[in-house]
Antibody, heavy 116, light 107 residues
Framework: EVQLVESGGGLVQPGGSLRLSCAAS????????MTWVRQLPGKGLEWVAN????????NYVDSVKGRFTISRDNAKNSLYLQMNSLRVEDTAVYYC?????????WGQGTLVTVSS | EIVLTQSPGTLSLSPGERATLSCRAS???????LAWYQQKPGQPPRLLIY???SRATGIPDRFSGSGSGTDFTLTISRLEPEDFAVYYC?????????FGQGTKVEI
């Protein structure tokens, strides 16, 4: 069974940092593009970033460029999102998902709250 | 970036009725690279349709997708109680990938 489990969310002050992790199982992680998507509280979905199988290509939405870094460790079947200079408007549930185009499946998400 | 506009915002229907959801893109979606997702409260989105009209694995055939260019439609032929949810379209023909704002299908 394909499974994605996010961790690392929590409460952080504006300007702070947080690192999200996503543990993957049930598929060949090293063969898959991976994506982070976020959902603001009670709102819609926003694509955040994706990363190629070997980590050589990364793409970001403009609102996080220069602040967030997506990375992966294929030996550990893990995906990461390093989030720096966090803003109140980054408060959201962050989902890890498999794929670059259509994305499937999705993890259950981890909540990031940016507040003073 | 491609902006996707979904309509209506809310669709009020009864079980057994037909639901027609629209997704309009601000510019043509490359190769009709458009997907549809269903999301229920407290759950992550679930992929329904990709490539505008291909059903994902395990999706019932009452769900169908159509359209091309800038206009796409998700149709649920006969609503089942478990179909009441929020539906999102997403384009993946260009970067950044973008989502529509969602259509809520309610009883």
């Amino acid at each position: 069974e394909v499974q994605l489990v996010e961790s690392g969310g929590g409460l952080v002050q504006p300007g702070g940092s947080l690192r999200l992790s996503c543990a993957a199982s049930g598929f060949t992680f090293s063969n898959s593009w991976m994506t982070w998507v976020r959902q603001l509280p009670g709102k819609g979905l926003e694509w955040v970033a994706n990363i190629k199988q070997d980590g050589t290509e990364k793409n970001y939405v403009d609102s996080v460029k220069g602040r967030f870094t997506i990375s992966r460790d294929n030996a550990k079947n893990s995906l990461y999102l390093q989030m720096n200079s966090l803003r109140v408007e980054d408060t959201a549930v962050y989902y890890c998902a498999r794929g670059s185009g259509w994305i499937y499946p999705w993890g259950q998400g981890t909540l990031v709250t940016v507040s003073s | 970036e491609i902006v996707l506009t979904q309509s209506p915002g809310t669709l009020s229907l009864s079980p057994g009725e037909r639901a027609t959801l629209s997704c309009r893109a601000s510019q043509s979606v490359t190769s009709n690279y458009l997907a549809w997702y269903q999301q229920k409260p407290g759950q992550p989105p679930r992929l329904l349709i990709y490539g505008a009209s291909s059903r994902a694995t395990g999706i019932p055939d009452r769900f169908s997708g159509s359209g091309s260019g800038t206009d796409f439609t998700l149709t649920i032929s006969r609503l089942e109680p478990e179909d009441f949810a929020v539906y999102y379209c997403q384009q993946y023909g260009s970067s950044p990938r973008t989502f529509g704002q969602g259509t809520k299908v309610e009883i």
